[in-house]
């Protein structure tokens, strides 16, 4: 039994922990860029509690807020260059997971330059960025949790992630009272997304001993905890106890991945998602079942693992289960609901290959070219 397993991220856990981001930046730093999204953090006060906790702590900061969606390259240029005209020496992601992706690019762009598709692609090696702090506010991506940034090029359509230990955080501050102002829908799909990425590690050909371990407790804590703030959210916000679970299993997810990739589901997604912008775990919950389908009969033990945590009694009930969970969230949906067409399939099954293939060769069957297009036409 030989593996290596290498996470040095510093993660804070708790209720309230996000007050202490003023302390943990003057570590690092004497001004802070601001990373997040153009409301969600305002609405919420978040984003001016945070400039008063890193003012307290002598931080002057700025704000970049231009964070959409699945985020494009080209707007990490753009918060890389408001960081050196400012003199920036830290930054702060704040946010959903693509506020945090953004914020580490930004802190590799800064330092780096250049095209950074070079380095996403391999092109290029970095083990240089400045210093990260990241506050997520949803409980999906587990970006605090990784070295992970996953960006889509514009003129290309690719999304794909800028992977590597320099981006990891130096602070993860995960304070579960964060997440309680989620929007319905949108906790259901950053949390089918926080399951996807346990699963996948789970189901991994290069997951470890302590990958699966903390792989299958994320699926558990996913499975307690998920459904019921899904249908209480609005009746019971003071279900701490189940935030803090689906929080940390997001946050598992995050560090599962990086130890272990990911697999088809995601691998399959970002075609679609850096095409048609669609919402990331929507896209999931149309794919996965179909996945799961196509892959049950190669890798029965994990699956049947993964099902008997959601309620199941063996391999073969994984796919009512997880259908049973996307018809509790509200999530039944297919790709040509969310704008795929027909002829966008050749185009998704080739960016596959070109911008997945190690999540693909990941999953516990490979599939082929043509795999790949009949996957798609049946989730259409």
């Not at 027909?342 to 960016?351: C, L, P, Q, R, V």
């Amino acid at each position: 039994m030989n593996f290596n397993f290498n996470l040095p991220v510093n993660l804070m856990f708790g209720r309230g922990v996000s007050k202490e981001v003023g302390v943990q930046a003057a570590k690092y730093g004497k001004k802070a860029l601001i990373v997040t999204g153009g409301s969600s953090t305002k609405k919420s006060g978040l984003l001016d509690r945070t400039i008063r906790y890193l003012n307290e702590s002598g931080i002057p900061s700025v704000i970049f807020d231009k964070v959409t969606q699945n985020p494009l390259t080209t707007t990490v240029y753009e918060g890389a260059e408001i960081a050196r005209l400012h003199s920036c020496d830290v930054i702060i992601g704040l946010g959903g997971g693509s506020s945090l992706d953004v914020a580490k690019a930004i802190a590799f762009q800064v330092i780096n330059g250049g095209d950074i598709s070079e380095y996403i692609f391999g092109l290029k090696q970095s083990d240089k960025a400045l210093p990260i702090l990241l506050i997520p506010t949803t409980c999906g991506t587990g970006s605090e949790g990784n070295g992970f940034a996953v960006l889509t090029n514009p003129e290309t359509g690719d999304k794909k992630s800028l992977r590597c230990n320099t981006i990891i955080a130096k602070c993860s501050l995960i304070d579960p009272d964060l997440m309680m102002t989620l929007p319905k829908g949108i906790l259901a799909s950053v949390g089918f997304d926080a399951l996807c990425h346990n699963m996948e590690a789970y189901l991994s050909k290069i997951s470890t001993p302590l990958s699966k371990a903390l792989a299958l407790e994320g699926i558990r804590l996913v499975s307690e905890s998920l459904i019921p703030l899904y249908q209480d959210s609005h009746k019971d916000k003071g279900n701490y106890n189940l935030w803090e679970k689906i929080t940390l299993a997001s946050t598992i997810g995050g560090m599962v991945i990086h130890a272990a990739g990911v697999t088809a589901p995601h691998g399959m997604e970002h075609p679609i998602s850096g095409l048609r912008d669609i919402i990331h775990g929507n896209g999931l919950a149309a794919l996965t079942p179909v996945i799961i389908e196509e892959s049950m009969d190669f890798a029965p033990y994990e699956y049947r693992e993964i099902s008997r945590i959601l309620g199941g009694m063996d391999e073969y009930d994984l796919i009512n289960n997880i259908n049973r969970m996307i018809h509790n969230l509200e999530l039944e949906t297919s790709l040509s609901q969310m704008g795929v067409k027909e002829e966008d399939i050749t185009w998704m099954a080739h960016n596959c290959i070109k911008v997945s293939t190690p999540s693909m060769k990941n999953h516990p069957k490979e599939f082929s070219l043509e795999d790949i297009k009949r996957i798609y036409r049946k989730a259409l």
